[in-house]
């Protein structure tokens, strides 16, 4: 950093007021503060590194305060950095500003395979911190395997699963992928089942792996009870938010079993609940539209199912799908694997945390493992015209986020198209309660009736409630607007 760009950057402070995610301010007027192990590490340990700037008084308005001496604190700096593990070479740079001395320490990031970095005077184990906001946060067990797990190459789809009932592998299934591998892989026709279960990374010293659990297991949960996943729908914009009836989810299942019967089990749980609507154009055409892309979603599934962590530290945490009124969130255990970040997402070749498990799918569900599935997701939303696709990677979690769009879509002439709608109106020709609407069209939950067809008829002007003035009222009937 050259001082020019130190100076503009202690102005942009002053003007924020605030630390961030790759910066961190210290006084130092009256010496070098004895700890900076916490922040050191965190920055060596996170994309990108970071800065941290001394002799700026955030108690005093973000101002320059100097420090005590430029010399001597870069060398108490740089003893602090030969104390990690890897040792660091911070790049300073001294600038005046309104006669002030102001020093910077650039923090470059480790290379993965050297992470965590950590105070050796701590251990591994306490001395390991990563950034979160602006503040340095000890790193979890899980974060530090993480990145053991890369450097050592360990890989947990292939730990051994104990024998019994719950390991038990489903013999057709295997029957099927063998006739099928041999078709598709010559050079592997003449290799004999048990060849070829090793080979896979199903079978280690003749018990089953995890992979093979997971890919062609009798019942997986049966083992591993929340190597599974959970899909809600909730009624607004928020987690916690309630709908009709005090509802806290419209909707909410656990789909279990092998990875690919969770794939279908969850993709038939965002059909369900997702909604159809006829965009009706300014010429008047009319146009069936999803609301989120199948194609799409189907992808961010079957990644969350294949990148998942499926080591001893999150067997207790499953994949997680919710549908809020705006979005639908998919989330799984396990961040970013290796050298892959966010920025690179889609555009480069990545470390596959499940190479197994990615290869055997590829023929079971003729699925590529070619790093296409980011670029599917983003081509798919930007073809149904719906904003840019979110991948959010943080402490040990994966997120993907699809927004509906339904800012800009309330704007179009917009109808429901499940032909339930239509059903509702003909019945509400004489005005209905909800429970005599659910009985005639058989919904087993009026809360879920209510949020998904009855609402958008209300908002759309299309039917209307007998009490206005009382929404919730017991006695509340809905009628159609005769038009």
Same mark, same amino acid.
């Given at each position: ?205 003749? !018990? *089953?792996?995890? =992979? #093979? ?10 083992? @591993?009870?929340?190597?599974? /996943? ?123 945390? !499940? *190479?197994?498990? =990615? #290869? ?10 070619? @790093?296409?599935?980011?670029? /599917? ?107």
């Amino acid at each position: 950093m050259l001082p020019e760009e130190l100076t503009a950057l202690v102005n942009d402070i002053a003007f924020k007021k605030c630390e961030m995610n790759n910066i961190e301010l210290k006084k130092a007027l009256n010496g070098t503060p004895h700890r900076l192990y916490d922040t050191l590490s965190s920055f060596a340990n996170q994309s990108g590194g970071g800065i941290i700037i001394f002799g700026i008084d955030e108690k005093n308005n973000y101002s320059a305060c100097g420090v005590y001496d430029p010399q001597d604190l870069q060398v108490k700096v740089m003893e602090q950095a030969n104390q990690m593990s890897p040792i660091l070479r911070p790049l300073f740079t001294v600038a005046s500003i309104d006669a002030k001395i102001i020093v910077s320490a650039e923090i470059s990031e480790c290379d993965v395979s050297e992470k965590p970095c950590y105070y050796k005077g701590a251990g591994k184990i306490r001395g390991s911190y990563i950034r979160v906001g602006d503040a340095d946060m000890p790193m979890t067990e899980y974060e530090i395997y993480s990145f053991e797990a890369f450097k050592r190459k360990i890989q947990d789809e292939l730990r051994p699963i104990p024998a019994g009932i719950g390991a038990a592998l489903n013999k057709s299934e295997l029957d099927l992928y063998f006739a099928k591998i041999r078709s598709e892989k010559p050079n592997l026709a003449a290799l004999t089942d048990s060849q070829i279960l090793q080979l896979g990374g199903f079978e280690v010293e003749g !018990n *089953p792996t995890m =992979a #093979s659990l997971m890919l062609f297991g009798m019942y997986p949960q049966g083992n @591993f009870p929340q190597l599974c /996943t959970t899909a809600v729908v909730i009624p607004g914009y928020e987690m916690g938010e309630i709908g009709e009836e005090d509802a806290r989810f419209l909707d909410n299942k656990k789909k279990e079993g092998t990875i690919p019967q969770m794939l279908a089990g969850a993709m038939s749980f965002v059909q369900h609940n997702m909604r159809m609507r006829t965009i009706i154009g300014e010429s008047g055409k009319r146009e069936d539209r999803a609301e989120y892309p199948l194609k799409a979603v189907r992808e961010i599934i079957l990644n969350a199912l294949i990148h998942r962590d499926y080591s001893m530290h999150t067997e207790n945490s499953p994949i997680r799908i919710m549908l809020f009124s705006d979005r639908l969130e998919v989330e799984n255990p396990g961040g970013l694997y290796g050298r892959l970040t966010i920025d690179n997402l889609g555009k480069v070749g990545a470390d596959t945390r !499940n *190479p197994y498990i =990615a #290869s055997a799918l590829e023929i079971m569900l003729d699925t590529e493992n070619r @790093f296409s599935g980011i670029s /599917t997701i983003r081509h798919e939303t930007k073809r149904a015209n719906l904003p840019d696709p979110v991948f959010i990677s943080s402490r040990g979690v994966f997120k993907v986020i699809l927004y509906n769009g339904s800012s800009k879509i309330q704007t179009d002439a917009v109808v429901e198209n499940s032909g339930l709608e239509e059903k509702i109106i003909a019945l509400c020709k004489i005005p209905r309660s909800r429970e005599e609407i659910a009985d005639e069209l058989g919904f087993s939950s009026i809360s879920y009736m209510m949020s998904k067809y009855v609402r958008p008829l209300l908002d759309a002007g299309i039917i209307t409630n007998t009490i206005p003035d009382k929404p919730k009222s017991k006695s509340q009937k809905y009628v159609a607007v005769h038009q």
